[in-house]
């Protein structure tokens, strides 16, 4: 996989993800209604494993240990906890600046990094484009039972 291949690889199941929240209002997507979540619940989710990526990927390059997250469930508990404090508009733009700074990072990564199944690869598939699709599901779904 080259670059290119690899920057639309992220790119497709992220605008999906932006797609899944986009038209809702204020209200809608601060109720937390998806599994006790909700939409700015998940946006900030998103933007943590991003997060997550751009700190763990530098290191995954030097061939040293990422971060230890002391079970997952409660590190996701206590990124949501919190942004709890802080405004959709926040955490909107905080999802949309990790993810231009993820970009940037990648589009000057080493391609040797990508080019075959790495380490790199796999950690940023499970905080990218592996992850993006089981929350754009769930927030698609819930819009329909919803009829919003
Ligand atoms: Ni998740």
Redesign the pocket.
């Known amino acids: 996989m080259d670059r290119e291949q690899l920057l639309d690889r992220v790119d497709r199941p992220w605008r999906a993800f932006v797609a899944a929240f986009t038209g809702l209002n204020v209200e809608a997507m601060t109720s937390p209604e998806i599994d006790g979540w909700s939409v700015k619940d ?1 946006i900030g ?2 933007a943590s ?1 991003e997060e997550e990526a751009l700190k763990a990927l530098p290191l995954v390059l030097e061939g040293r240990r990422p971060p230890r997250y002391g079970g997952i469930d409660r590190f ?1 508990a206590g990124q949501i906890e919190m942004r709890r404090s802080q405004t959709l508009y926040q955490v909107v733009k905080e999802l949309k600046d990790t993810h231009s700074r993820l970009l940037h990072y990648l589009e000057a990564a080493p391609e040797a990094a990508f080019l075959t199944e790495t380490r790199f690869r796999h950690r940023l598939r499970l905080d990218t484009y592996s ?1 993006y699709p ?2 754009t599901e769930a927030v698609l779904a819930w819009r329909k039972a919803r009829g919003k």
């Open positions: 998940l989710h998103v494993w996701n992850h089981e929350h």
